[in-house]
Each structure stands twice: as C-alpha cells, then as structure tokens.
C-alpha cells in the first residue's frame, strides 16, 4: 500500500486526529479482550503510523533511526495486507495467524514490527505531552525525557547508543513548534490539537499494549 499525503490545509497532528477519530467510530461497541472480537483497522493503523514520520522529520536528522524502524515496520505490515486485503483488514488477526503458526517472535515477523509501531506512538505521544506541558522546556530533554520512558527500556545496548548520539543534532524547541503549526495558526490552536491527539491515541494504545500482553509480545527487546 503507498499511500501518498500531503497535509496542504491543517498539520499532521489534525490529519491524525482525523484517522483516529474514524478508529474510533469503526470500533466496534462493547468490544471486550478477547482475540476474537478486537478490531484494530489495518489501514487506519499504518496511515496513523504514516503521519508520525511526518512530525519525526520536523525535528530533522535526529529522529532518523527512529524514523527509519518506523518506516521498515510500516512497509512490512503494508505488504502483508497488500498480499490480501479482505484477509488482513483487522492487525489482532494478523497477530493471531503469526502466533498459530509460531512465528510472531521469530525473525522481521509483522507481530514484532506492531510492536514497535506501538512503542513509537507511545514516543511521540510522550514527546507531545511535555511539549504541550512546557513549551519552554529544552528539546534534548523533552526528547531524552520521552524516550527513556517508552523506548529505552526495550532497547539494547546498539539502539541506545544510537540515540544517545542523535540528542547532539536536536533543534531549539521554538522552531520545532514553528515547524508543527501550519501557517498561519497560533501556539494555542497546536497546543489544543496535540491535546486532543493525545486524549484520542492514549486510550488506543492502552487497548494494543493489552492485546500485546494477550499474545506474550509486550517483553520484546532490540538488540
């Protein structure tokens, strides 16, 4: 699936409020744990995931690693549900036939790469919250900060060390700011969106870290 978008009128932050939105009047009500009825649409997933690169790149060469497991996990999901589309709309059924077959934690398996789709939200839903919390808060800390909590712990020593390097090549946090609010919006229309971003993505991820857990992926680490 190559999905290309351009985010002319708005920013990333309300195109993604928009696809969690329809995530959410797709969910099915009364939707309990269970294997069997949990909904997580494919397609809507992976175009969240899509804008999330987009607010990467705004804080420039830094976020390349991350940005790039992003991507590789993204196209991995994609091919799968390109192989079949009708099959593959629902990613718990996904995670269900890898975990069948005994695959979901072995090799570049698509159960992994949802993992760490995941745990990028989680990223950059904790990268939000300082940010919308105190703006005036250095970059480096707001991103060290963000990424210790959600990151670090599932990365090995190789990962880290990578990331420990990117802090130096961070931008100032104003022209980050700058660089998420399209033209001609004020510091508190984006301030609101991230807050409303993150109201709608926090819930989400609660949900597939327990579909995680379900399924014995939530302990996976890097190398």
């Given at each position: 699936m190559k999905r290309s978008r351009e985010v002319e009128k708005g920013s990333e932050i309300e195109s993604a409020i928009k696809e969690l939105s329809m995530l959410i009047e797709l969910k099915p009500t009364g939707d309990?744990?269970?294997?069997?009825?949990?909904?997580?649409?494919?397609?809507?997933?992976?175009?969240?995931?899509?804008?999330?690169?987009?607010?990467?790149?705004?804080?420039?060469?830094?976020?390349?690693?991350?940005?790039?497991?992003?991507?590789q996990n993204i196209q991995r999901l994609e091919m799968l549900c390109d192989s079949d589309p009708s099959m593959y709309t629902n990613l718990v059924?996904?995670?269900?036939?890898?975990?069948?077959?005994?695959?979901?934690?072995?090799?570049?398996?698509?159960?992994?790469?949802?993992?760490?789709?995941?745990?990028?939200?989680?990223?950059?839903?904790?990268?939000?919250?300082?940010l919308a919390a105190d703006p005036g808060q250095k970059m480096e800390q707001l991103v060290e900060e963000s990424?210790?909590?959600?990151?670090?712990?599932?990365?090995?020593?190789?990962?880290?060390?990578?990331y420990k390097v990117s802090l130096k090549l961070l931008p100032d946090n104003k022209t980050f700011i700058n660089l998420l609010m399209p033209k001609d919006e004020t510091y508190d229309t984006l301030k609101e969106h991230m807050q409303t971003f993150i109201s709608l993505l926090v819930p989400f991820l609660e949900e597939i870290h327990s579909i995680l857990i379900l399924y014995g992926l939530d302990r996976l680490k890097s190398t």
């Open positions: 309990s744990l269970d294997s069997a009825t949990v909904h997580i649409p494919t397609r809507l997933f992976l175009n969240v995931c899509n804008l999330v690169i987009q607010v990467l790149d705004k804080i420039g060469p830094t976020m390349a690693v991350l940005r790039q497991d992003i991507y059924e996904i995670l269900k036939k890898e975990a069948d077959e005994g695959n979901a934690r072995k090799g570049a398996s698509c159960s992994k790469a949802f993992v760490w789709l995941a745990r990028s939200l989680d990223f950059t839903v904790a990268l939000l919250q300082r990424y210790n909590v959600t990151l670090k712990p599932w990365h090995g020593w190789i990962s880290a060390a990578a």
